[in-house]
Nanobody
Framework: QVQLVESGGGLVQPGGSLRLSCTISGNRDTFYGAGWYRQAAGKLREVVASLTKDGTVNYADFVQGRFTISRDIAENTVYLQMNSLRPADTAVYYC????????WGKGTLVTVSA
């Protein structure tokens, strides 16, 4: 059974940075891709960034070069480095991994506020 645990969220001032981590347990042999999603209060969940097994990355238009998704194979962890954060980035961020099934973490809250 694959389990995802996100961490790294918190309160940050506008312009600040955070690095989110998604640690994958239970399956080290099958990885097809991963993504970070977010859901702000009262809004639908939306994709932030995605990473395929071959390393292809894609970002939502609103990222505008501020975020970077990456994967550490040895640590079995997917990261989302977020820089130049804005109040509009406030949301619960979820990790999604395709590894013989579709798996979601429970989310980590990011609050961008002065």
């Amino acid at each position: 059974q694959v389990q995802l645990v996100e961490s790294g969220g918190g309160l940050v001032q506008p312009g600040g940075s955070l690095r989110l981590s998604c640690t994958i347990s239970g399956n080290r042999d099958t990885f097809y891709g991963a993504g970070w999603y977010r859901q702000a209060a009262g809004k639908l969940r939306e994709v932030v960034a995605s990473l395929t097994k071959d390393g292809t990355v894609n970002y939502a238009d609103f990222v505008q070069g501020r975020f970077t998704i990456s994967r550490d194979i040895a640590e079995n962890t997917v990261y989302l480095q977020m820089n130049s954060l804005r109040p509009a980035d406030t949301a619960v961020y979820y990790c999604n991994v395709a590894a013989g099934g579709d798996y979601w973490g429970k989310g980590t809250l990011v609050t961008v506020s002065a």
